[in-house]
């Protein structure tokens, strides 16, 4: 069991969904990361997604690539993200989020291992389908660490419960059809989505794409066991005039979103 | 006469050895394998095959010839050299082929907006050029960079009807132009086909775009087989993604005793680091959904690559060129800028063709192979585009004023 199988375990009994927040190594500084995720635990945050940052992000908006380029600017690479997730699991369940290719590169052995002594509890592969998984899946085992899997709108129900199947600490959900972003409202075919991968599996569910709001958090609490929030940080710290504003923002907006999924059910 | 292919290094889910594949998010998987079976299916269709065929014959202008180069052959040690004429087709590329079989399985699959890439824009071009003819809706990205290296062809699509988007992200070319496309593809590939232009890209994409190319290679094998009454001993192309070298080699990989060399953009030279030479500088990763050669630093960061050319000014290459590189049944060398502009103006004064620079980096390889070889030898070489987009970028390193 790693700390994010138990925190799932502890929200059901708590009959609320958690609260997982994103933030690439590096961002908006190597320092500013740490201070970020400070103030993710201030704000009440559950769980906390540490993005490793990629020169060729597909999967994600204008906000998520702004903030990758400024983390590569500062330097980060396996050794930072590391030393972030470190940072982060001392406090709460973390995990790191990456494109496939940083990790092929780094060796998949050795970077679930890595995973692992940095206290991480899993990885988001966001492009590693399950046909391209199989020394994954054992790098992971190994390690004992969660591959966690992001599943879409457009998955079919076959595909997903091979891709659940394959899954561990929570699935995934892309609410919608498109990049990353704060989005003003979360699509209705997230609901269903959720439906149809519970069909499959009883692991935790969690949602992402689109989520910046209490309200939001809230509706989407109603329905799933996670309530996943990237861009809208990011944008907090994006749009702050200095970085003492903007992690004030950030603890704001992270009670604010523990609040919403607090109120769902 | 004509014996198929012995070795298919097609083999299953896309892979070739170790390469290929599909690394893309999960919701194009959908989309992924609806286009691999209405790819499968067309190609057993009698009446896709025969819509294919009168459009390359009545349309592109098909089967394209094939050129001696004479005066040419002098400078390449008195080898014969044999060019094949992919410039001649309609919009100047060999990338018509594959854009008139990707947009008939659009209209196939009932999709009716097409999204495409576009480095030099030739390929850009040619999907523009379908879209019209087809009756699609058609937007095309572009780097930034690149929109000012080939504004001809951006005007080009323009008048064809299609939006093109100038993208300024990262490197702002065909890298990033991918990049965007694939965001365009993920948001809205309910009703959109992305006509990804090389044989790189997740599976289906290198085996299809393969497909629509390795007519090239068939006409040439019986061209120069009637030309010359015997197999080539080298077929040379150029390699940014390899969709014209594949094209052309395809047919031949079952003759050992053919060379086939692909020639990637060695930029101002590979030990500079200034380059797009992708198998002879780089190492196996994964970009843009295969695995194949990357240039790429050592956290998996692509790295930026660098050409005169704009259609071979990308990092990573086709996954079935890395695996002809390490079974070592093609070989790959890196040209340089300055080399292939040298050979880009011997064509000109030589043959009365100008050659696109892309192309020009084969022309400077069969240089020099051909005097490595000498007189006996016949080179067959992919004369993949035409250059009349590169004239600024020619009249500018060559110094000739434009007013």
């Keep these: ?265 | 006469m004509s014996t198929e292919p012995q070795i298919d290094v097609s083999q299953i889910l896309g892979h070739f050895g170790p390469y290929g594949g599909r690394f893309v998010p999960e919701a194009l998987i959908g989309a992924l394998e609806e286009l691999e079976e209405a790819h499968r299916s067309s190609q057993l269709d009698p009446t896709f095959v025969a819509e294919l065929a009168e459009l390359h014959r009545t349309y592109s202008g098909r089967p394209s010839i094939i050129t001696e180069a004479k005066r040419f052959a002098e400078h390449a040690g008195g080898a014969r050299i044999i060019l094949k004429r992919e410039d001649l087709n309609h919009t100047g590329s060999h990338k018509i082929n594959n854009v008139l079989g990707q947009a008939l399985l659009t209209k196939r699959m009932g999709k009716k907006r097409i999204i495409a890439e576009t480095g030099a824009g030739q390929h850009g071009v040619a999907s523009a050029t379908a879209a019209a003819l087809m009756g699609l809706e058609c937007v095309v990205y572009m780097g930034e960079e690149d929109t000012k290296r080939q504004a001809l062809n951006v005007a080009r699509m323009k008048l064809l009807g299609a939006d093109v988007v100038p993208v300024t992200s990262g490197s702002r070319t065909l890298k990033d132009a991918i990049n965007e496309a694939m965001r365009d593809w993920v948001t809205n590939v309910e009703t959109t086909h992305y006509l990804l232009g090389t044989v790189a890209g997740p599976h289906p994409f290198p085996t299809m775009v393969r497909d629509f190319h390795k007519i090239i290679g068939e006409e040439t094998r019986e061209q120069v087989l009637a030309l010359t009454g015997r197999l080539p001993d080298v077929v040379m192309a150029c390699v940014g993604g390899g969709s014209n070298a594949i094209g052309i080699f395809h047919r031949f990989i079952s003759d050992p005793s053919v060379r086939l060399i692909g020639l990637e953009a060695g930029g101002d030279g590979v030990e500079t680091g200034r380059h797009a030479a992708t198998i002879t500088g780089g190492t196996p990763g994964v970009l843009h959904g295969t695995r194949s050669y990357v240039l790429q630093d050592a956290n998996g960061q692509t790295v930026e690559s660098h050409s005169i050319s704009a259609g071979l000014d990308y990092p990573g290459v086709g996954p079935e060129h890395a695996y002809l590189h390490d079974i070592g049944r093609a070989e790959y060398r890196a040209i340089t800028d300055e080399q292939a502009m040298h050979a880009f103006a011997l064509l000109c004064k030589t043959e009365g063709i100008i050659p696109a620079i892309e192309t020009a980096h084969a022309l400077a390889g069969a240089l020099q192979v051909g005097n490595e070889l000498g007189k006996d030898a016949i080179i067959v070489i992919n004369l993949s585009g035409r250059g009349d987009k590169d004239v600024n970028t020619a009249a500018d390193y060559f110094g000739i004023p434009l007013n």
Excluded: H
């Design chain 1, 1 to 265: 069991m790693t700390a994010l199988d138990n925190l799932f375990t502890k929200v059901r009994a708590e009959n609320r969904a958690a609260l997982i927040a994103y933030i690439p190594a590096g961002f908006p500084s190597q320092a500013g990361c740490q201070r970020v995720i400070a103030a993710f635990i201030a704000g009440g945050v559950d769980a906390i997604e540490i993005g490793f940052p990629y020169s060729d992000p597909v999967m994600d908006g204008p906000t998520i690539q702004a903030a990758a380029v400024t983390s590569l600017e500062n330097g980060t690479g396996a050794a930072e993200v590391f030393q972030a997730l470190a940072t982060a699991s001392a406090q709460v369940p973390a995990v790191v989020m990456t494109y496939w290719n940083p990790i092929e590169r780094y060796g998949v052995n050795e970077f679930s291992a890595a995973i692992a002594a940095n206290g991480g509890s899993g990885v988001i592969t966001p492009d590693l389908t399950i046909e391209e998984s199989q020394g994954w899946i054992s790098a992971t085992d190994n390690s004992a660490i969660n591959p966690i899997y992001v599943v879409a709108p457009s998955t079919s129900d076959a595909r997903l419960a091979q891709v659940t199947a394959k899954c561990s600490g929570f699935v995934y959900v892309a609410s919608v059809m498109g990049v990353t972003g704060a989005r003003t409202s979360v699509s209705t075919g997230a609901a269903d989505l959720v439906a149809r991968v519970r069909k499959t599996t009883s692991l935790p569910v969690a949602v992402g794409l689109g989520v910046s709001t209490r309200e939001q958090a809230k509706g989407v609490a109603a329905y799933a066991d996670g309530v996943i929030v990237g861009s809208a940080f990011i944008k907090a710290l994006q749009d702050a005039p200095d970085e003492e504003s903007g992690l004030a923002a950030v603890t704001e907006l992270a009670r604010e979103l523990s609040k919403g999924v607090r109120e769902g059910r």
